[in-house]
């Protein structure tokens, strides 16, 4: 019934800046947690930023300061600006959202295809 896409990936260099986007479609009754994740090759993915819908965000203690999110909720968007890049951050990006499809039913957990950043010279 949902489904999450993320774009906005690419190559950039060192120091530069990206912008990625998470729209989320279907049948949506309410949007509660959307976060950002990422998983690099060989690990385990990692929480970037989480958020509600009362502007409660948590962020990774090595991304503060770079990352920043914003969140539209009658867009059904979250969006995540990406600044001062590493080559670290070079990872594959998951938007992740937990909804509720009717009104007494239960939230799920529902993840998008993910889009590559890579950080590089």
């Known amino acids: 019934q949902v489904q999450l896409v993320e774009s906005g990936g690419g190559l950039v260099q060192p120091g530069g800046s990206l912008r990625l986007s998470c729209v989320a479609s279907?049948?949506?009754?309410?949007?509660?947690?959307m976060a950002w994740y990422r998983q690099a090759p060989g690990k385990e993915r990692e929480l970037v930023v989480q958020?509600?819908?009362?502007?409660?965000?948590m962020y990774a203690d090595s991304l503060k300061g770079r990352f920043a999110v914003s969140r539209d909720d009658a867009r059904r968007a979250l969006y995540l600006q990406m600044n001062s890049l590493k080559p670290e951050d070079t990872a594959v990006y998951f938007c992740?959202?937990?909804?509720?499809?009717?009104?007494?039913?239960?939230?799920?957990?529902?993840w998008g295809q993910g889009t590559q950043v890579t950080v590089s010279s």
């Open positions: 958020t509600t819908t009362g502007n409660s965000t």
């Open positions: 992740q959202a937990t909804v509720r499809t009717s009104r007494f039913g239960m939230s799920r957990v529902y």
């Open positions: 279907g049948s949506i009754l309410a949007v509660n947690v």
